[in-house]
């Protein structure tokens, strides 16, 4: 969120931004250099990893959960990184996939697929407008963890989730069928889950002797948001239909702040005109030439008209 990038077309300045605009401090963390989350963290974002995790900092990480922490992953398809892997243990799982829908695609864009289908949590109960994805892929909690996590966002029943990703991204090419998985597709996960004794540094798991001492000992509740793409909050789409309020509502959750989640008026921008050099020449002339012209002829006819009218 800060440095060169920060305010380029794949940062997230504007995110940061937007969390500032509702009071909040953000400050960047470098998890390598800290070898732990700080106490005073409330809330950790991991934005669109791209490359894996070192071991300390997979068990900060932990750690940070198991004392209760918050953390919101948005990770995008076929990303260089082995987050995945610590989702999975935490009871969420990315789908190696990318969702198509050729229906609600952006600008016909199958990859850019507009997402209305909400679930029932307070980060997306006050949604009614869509929010805009680009290269997406599913989230879903694992069947041991339903309980826990709930289904945020969908794509429209006529997405899937393409799963040959190796013809995907070498020819473009997408169909549906074979093991790809059906929509509505599923794209982020939000969740509340006990991870004491999970880490490797927690031990072994409780011994069964030990009876309700052990069940006892379970730590304090976690949050977890998982959202399939980063691109959602990055600079270029944060500010398209409703990503702001998802992004900060998410936020919202994970604090705990939930009388601050809401649907936010949206901002008025400049609007962008792209002209190639003729068209600007054919503009140019109209407007110096043709609609002048054009207005004196009125002018004119508009005179010898109402000296011709009856009474003149």
């Known amino acids: 969120v800060e440095g060169e990038g920060a305010d380029g077309s794949e940062g997230f300045g504007f995110a940061k931004n937007a969390l500032e ?3 909040y401090q953000v400050e960047t963390l470098l998890l390598a250099a800290k070898g732990d989350v700080p106490e005073d963290a409330d809330v950790v974002i991991l934005a669109g990893a791209t490359r ?4 300390t900092e997979h068990r900060a990480l932990d750690r940070y959960l198991e004392r209760g922490g918050a953390l919101l992953v948005l990770l995008d398809p076929r990303a260089n990184t082995d987050v995945h892997e610590d989702l999975a ?3 969420v799982e990315v789908g190696d996939d990318v969702v198509v829908d050729r229906v609600q695609g952006l600008f016909g864009r199958p990859v850019s697929p507009l997402a209305a289908q909400y679930g029932d949590h307070p980060i997306t109960r006050e949604l009614r407008d ?3 994805f680009h290269v997406v892929r599913s989230v879903r909690p694992k ?3 339903q309980e826990a996590f709930t289904t945020l966002v969908l794509t429209s029943e006529a997405s899937w989730g393409e799963r040959d990703l190796d013809r995907f991204f070498s020819d473009g090419q997408a169909e549906f069928g074979g093991d790809d998985l059906a929509g509505p597709v599923p794209i982020a996960v939000a969740g509340a889950l006990s991870l004491a004794g999970d880490s490797e540094e927690g ?3 409780p011994d069964p002797e030990e009876g309700d001492e052990a069940e006892s000992a379970e730590g304090p509740e976690a949050r977890l948001v998982v959202v399939g793409d980063a691109d959602f909050a990055g600079n270029q789409l944060i ?3 409703r990503n702001r309020d998802l992004f900060v509502n998410a936020v919202n ?3 705990g702040d939930v009388d601050a989640i809401s649907i936010r008026p949206g901002e008025a921008r400049a609007s962008r005109m792209q002209l190639s050099g003729a068209q600007f020449l054919q503009i140019r002339y109209l407007s110096l030439f043709v609609l002048p012209q054009a207005v004196a002829v009125l002018g004119v006819f508009a005179w010898w008209w109402r000296r011709r009218a009856p009474g003149r």
Do not use: I, V
């Not at 894996?52 to 071991?55: A, E, H, K, R």
């Open 130 to 132: 869509a929010t805009l």
């Open 89 to 91: 243990r935490w009871g």
């Open 253 to 255: 959750w994970l604090l």
């Open 143 to 145: 069947p041991e963890a």
């Open 21 to 23: 605009n509702e009071n």
């Open 52 to 55: 894996p995790l070192y071991d």
């Open 203 to 205: 031990g072994d798991s």
């Open 239 to 241: 500010g398209e239909f």
